[in-house]
Nanobody, 122 residues
Framework: QVQLVESGGGLVQPGGSLRLSCAAS????????MGWYRQAPEKQRELVAT???????VYADSVKDRFTISRDSAKNTVYLQMNSLKPDDAAVYYC????????????????WGQGTQVTVSS
């Protein structure tokens, strides 16, 4: 079993910054993809930023040039630095990872964190 534990959400004024962290722990053979999604009230969950299987990064257009995803592979942790936050960025942010399970046959499984609330308001 794998756990994703997020931290770093909170209340910030428009134009402010927050840094989210997500640490994966448990039975991990390989992390295939790992990144962040968000869901605002009455909206669908959407991709924010993620590391792909090849190690490249994908950002949602709405956060490019404002958010930066990074990782510490030794710690199985990803970070999301969010700058110039806008009210539209307010949402519950979820960490997601697709992880290869130990052993054979090879199986991969999607995991989600519990979510962390980001509120952008003056």
């Amino acid at each position: 079993q794998v756990q994703l534990v997020e931290s770093g959400g909170g209340l910030v004024q428009p134009g402010g910054s927050l840094r989210l962290s997500c640490a994966a722990s448990g039975s991990i053979s390989r992390i295939n993809t790992m990144g962040w999604y968000r869901q605002a009230p009455e909206k669908q969950r959407e991709l924010v930023a993620t590391f792909t299987r090849s190690g490249s990064i994908v950002y949602a257009d709405s956060v490019k040039d404002r958010f930066t995803i990074s990782r510490d592979s030794a710690k199985n942790t990803v970070y999301l630095q969010m700058n110039s936050l806008k009210p539209d960025d307010a949402a519950v942010y979820y960490c997601n990872a697709n992880i290869r399970n130990p052993g054979y046959p090879i199986t991969n499984q999607d995991y989600w964190g519990q979510g962390t609330q980001v509120t952008v308001s003056s």
